[in-house]
């Protein structure tokens, strides 16, 4: 490349909008270098947090151009702190873990479609304990009617074609919503005993043979802000409800080999109190969380712990995550 300047200019791309300085010196990039380009005004530097300014833009797609790069600028969106955080957990997780056997792909946010329910049609929290309503919804009622096999047992049907799911949603849910969570990392290990299987028609997430771990950055774990956790849990049940009925029947908690397939909700935080104070917070419904949408796990996670955990780069994220990791429910 002509420059140290250009390549560090290409690191604020579509994946990495936002820099701040601890996650520059975790990459082993320049910050002066960083600081240099916004005295040149090709960056911005607010709030803590680098991102690319409006000529800083235009230089990096002219340099993307120059060196053939499929690159996008990145855009740090109306939440430059939300960004910056999810940047900060994709480069954490990817730093603390090599997967050699396999591929880490990281979609940051990620947000999937589903019935628009909330409040009492999501759930009810009650003193003998929360109850999960959505499944009484008139969509998840038609969609357990016309599409009742789930697991391995669903494997006897033809899977559904792309056109035919996007048929059914607009027939039998007048209402979505984009449920967002701001990173998914789907992990792929030992990639290469996949190849041969043909993609689903259906999936449209790629979610077909990798483990999927789901990350949301929550408010502070207090009572006040209950509902708020409880509406994400439903979130993610609606999530795998219409993963395991409609994208991709069969191949939700087995793999094609017919290993078991992990599906993860982490609620993060920035600091490892708030982690910890987010169990605290879920452990009196904790044995309600997954209702009907078992098999999965929810966790909290922090930053701060990731970044801690000792013994270095891990072989895989087996290897760090469930130990830097609280569990708020776990499979057994």
């Known amino acids: 490349m002509e420059s140290d300047r250009e390549g560090l200019l290409l690191s604020f791309d579509g994946q990495y909008p ?10 082993g990039l320049d910050r002066r270098m960083a600081d240099s380009l916004v005295g040149e005004g090709l960056l911005e530097f607010e709030r803590e947090i680098y991102s690319l300014s409006a000529e800083g833009r235009e230089r990096f797609v002219e340099a993307a151009e120059r060196y053939g790069l499929p690159l996008q600028p990145g855009d740090p969106g109306p939440n430059r702190e939300r960004s910056a955080l999810r940047c900060d957990l994709m480069l954490l997780l990817d730093r603390r873990h090599l997967q050699r056997w396999g591929v880490k792909e990281y979609v940051a946010p990620f947000r999937f479609a589903v019935p628009d329910l909330t409040g009492e049609d999501l759930f009810v929290l009650r003193e003998d304990g929360l109850v999960w309503r959505y499944p009484e919804a008139p969509a998840f ?9 789930m697991g391995a047992a669903a494997r006897r049907r033809p899977p559904p074609s792309s056109e035919a799911v996007r048929a059914w949603v607009s027939a039998n849910i007048p209402s979505l919503c984009e449920a967002e969570f701001d990173l998914l990392y789907k992990s792929r290990y030992d990639f290469q005993a996949y190849a041969a299987f043909p993609q689903p028609p259906a999936d449209p997430c790629r979610l077909f043979n990798t483990d999927r771990f789901l990350f949301s950055f ?10 708020a956790y409880l509406e994400r849990v439903g979130e993610f049940h609606m999530f795998l409800t219409m993963l395991r009925r409609l994208y991709l029947p069969g191949y939700v908690d087995l793999d094609a080999l017919d290993q078991d397939g992990v599906n993860w909700l982490l609620f993060a935080f920035a600091g490892e109190g708030e982690a910890r104070r987010c169990l605290e917070l879920l452990e009196p419904v904790a044995r309600f969380l997954p209702g009907t949408a078992t098999p999965l796990e929810i966790w909290s996670v922090s930053l701060e712990a990731l970044r801690n955990y000792p013994g270095g780069q891990a072989e895989t994220i087996w290897d760090i995550l469930p130990f830097a990791s609280h569990a708020i429910h776990r499979m057994t």
């Open 218 to 227: 929550m408010p502070p774990p207090v009572g006040e802000n209950l509902s």
């Open 141 to 149: 009622e038609r969609m357990a009617e016309d599409f009742p096999e």
């Open 18 to 27: 936002c820099w701040t300085r601890p996650m520059l010196d975790m990459a």
